[in-house]
């Protein structure tokens, strides 16, 4: 075997500091004036967003700041992506789909952010994001390979029209507010 195989055991220096209970975290440090985030997450492998409502969690007690996605598209804080071009086995670019960081409109995973909570204390925190008001209508999802339609019959992601097998479906227009236009899209695809 190499120096490098699968399987390969890999030596390991920070177990007996662990083990020994003298690990440092970084929930073990402490400042004064220190805020604690909450991220609240989807329930749903596919839904949509009918209402998003932050007021009450925003009156809470310790509550410093709430984002949502569209607190973020106010702000003009973009979208986040890939910041090195990716190449594709013959070379080519790779597509890399921008996002914006929190679900706008539609939930695409169990576990997708949805807001972000800043508060005094962790338990403000999750407390406040329990207050913020979220209606959602369940969507199909597809959760095994079996069943998966071939070419799709519905795509699930906004994001497809910047795809490579879509390229002439249009832009979503709450896209072009980050400066996406076909133009940019079939570049990158």
Known sequence: MGEFGIGQPVRRFEDKRLLNGNGHFQGDNHLHGQAYAYVLRSPH????????????????????????????VAAKL????????????????????????LAQGTVRYVGEPIAFVVAETLSQAKDAAELI?????ALPSVTSTRPA?????????????????????????????FGMSSSTTSARS
Request: positive net charge.
């Open 45 to 72: 492998a596919h839904a949509r967003i009918r209402k998003l409502d932050p007021a009450a969690a925003r009156a809470a007690p310790g509550v410093a700041l709430i984002m949502t996605a569209d607190d973020l």
């Open 78 to 101: 973009g979208v986040m992506g890939v910041p090195f071009q990716r190449k594709r086995p013959d070379g080519s670019p790779m597509f890399a789909r921008p996002f914006l960081g």
């Open 133 to 137: 008001e979220i209606d959602y209508e």
């Open 149 to 177: 339609p071939s070419p799709p019959t519905t795509i699930p992601t906004p994001m497809a029209a910047m795809s490579a097998r879509s390229r002439s479906t249009p832009i979503p227009a709450h896209w072009r507010s």
